[in-house]
């Protein structure tokens, strides 16, 4: 079965320590796979996606199709990175699962 | 842009009662979607449109209807509340590869900011 799992729901870390949430996933086919944001009060936004390997806000996520995963990192959490994400995993055009989110709290 | 934008934010319902919610696009995307997040689980998708005149069931469809009349509105309809229908429900869009003059398709999802809806 096709699924997404973030084993973590609350994640705390203080500031300037790094982060790692963490995401699983169960596909048979190549994974499209994106982490999703949402800040205190706004809407769900794309934070990233693994075919841009980009850096945003400085989070990383790295494919690893051996382990099926695609962990969130950065190397130095920020108090404005408090927020709920979810991994999500496209299955072709315009299906999506999602994780049931981690919220992180970055600690003072 | 507005974006996606969803309406009421929130409603109370009793039980047996019908009510739409509404969601309007102004991206010109072709996709969109209802999902519903319920307390400490992931969005489930309810329904979605690949166009104008197109929907499809998602995971969840049952005591739900939806119509795309127009490639910028897709409501959810809700008859019959029930008291496992509260939740919060988020519209999405996104658009699709292969429309002239856009690029191919990211796969990102817009979100309306939500509606919080509780069935008593």
């Known amino acids: 079965a096709q699924r997404v799992t973030q084993p973590e729901k609350l994640l705390s870390v203080f500031k300037g320590a790094p982060v790692e949430l963490k995401c699983n996933y169960s596909?048979?086919?190549?994974?499209?796979l994106f982490w999703y944001v949402q800040y205190s009060r706004q809407r769900l936004q794309l934070l990233l996606r693994?075919?841009s390997r980009e850096s945003i806000k400085g989070f990383t996520a790295d494919l690893n199709k051996g382990e099926t995963s695609f962990h969130l990192k950065k190397p130095f959490a920020q108090e404005e990175d408090s927020a709920m994400y979810y991994c999500?995993?496209?299955?072709?055009?315009?299906?999506?699962?999602f994780g049931t989110g981690t919220r992180l709290k970055v600690l003072a | 842009n507005a974006g996606v934008t969803q309406t009421p934010k929130f409603r109370i319902l009793k039980i047996g009662q019908s009510m739409t919610l509404q969601c309007t696009q102004d991206?010109?995307?072709?996709?969109m979607y209802w999902y519903r997040q319920d307390p400490g689980m992931g969005l489930k998708l309810i329904y979605y449109?690949?166009?104008?005149?197109?929907?499809d069931k998602g995971e969840v469809p049952n005591g739900y209807n939806v119509s795309r009349s127009t490639t910028e509105d897709f409501p959810l309809r809700l008859e019959l509340a029930a008291p496992s229908q509260t939740s919060v429900y988020f519209c999405?869009?996104?658009?699709?590869?292969?429309?002239?003059?856009?690029?191919?398709?990211?796969?990102?999802?817009?979100f309306g900011e939500g509606s919080r809806l509780t069935v008593l």
């Open positions: 999405a869009s996104s658009y699709s590869a292969g429309t002239s003059g856009r690029p191919p398709n990211t796969g990102e999802l817009f």
């Open positions: 596909y048979s086919g190549s994974p499209e």
């Open positions: 693994h075919i």
């Open positions: 999500a995993l496209g299955k072709g055009t315009y299906k999506y699962i």
């Open positions: 991206m010109n995307h072709n996709y």
């Open positions: 449109s690949v166009g104008a005149g197109i929907t």
